[in-house]
């Protein structure tokens, strides 16, 4: 009975998720198979290997990603993981949307609470 369990995370751009994982520090190999319990295995685009045999993988499911893994095993904190991917993901994705509309980012400044607070501006 496989173990592995996956996330619905909202995730569309599979190059800023790369660069997302590797600004992180994960090291990311593409196109690979996810290790689980005893030895269970299952295919994703973006796979994090964990020295413990339990890796951590982001598969396309329709326009989104998904994370898979055999989170029994991974020995990770679920919730602040795909806090910390799905908060710089965001990040990524709006610094390039205002960068492609024409704004330029005046000031950013993460506050206590972790959020990021960004300006923008744009001459007209």
Do not use: P
Request: hydrophobic share 35%; aromatic share 12%; with cysteine.
């Amino acid at each position: 009975m496989s173990h592995f369990t996956t996330i619905k995370v909202q995730i569309k751009n599979g190059e800023f998720l790369h660069q997302v994982l590797q600004e992180l520090g994960y090291q990311v190999e593409c196109n690979t198979t996810v290790r689980g319990y005893r030895g269970d295995r299952t295919h994703a685009e973006y796979v994090i290997r964990q020295t413990n045999g339990y890796d951590l993988g982001f598969r396309r499911n329709g326009e989104n990603y998904e994370i898979v893994a055999d989170f029994w095993g991974a020995n990770i904190n679920q919730q602040q993981f795909v806090n910390s991917i799905t908060q710089k993901y965001a990040h990524k994705t709006l610094i390039a949307t205002i960068q492609e509309q024409g704004f330029n980012l005046e000031e950013e400044e993460v506050l206590e609470d972790g959020t990021v607070r960004v300006i923008v501006g744009r001459w007209v």
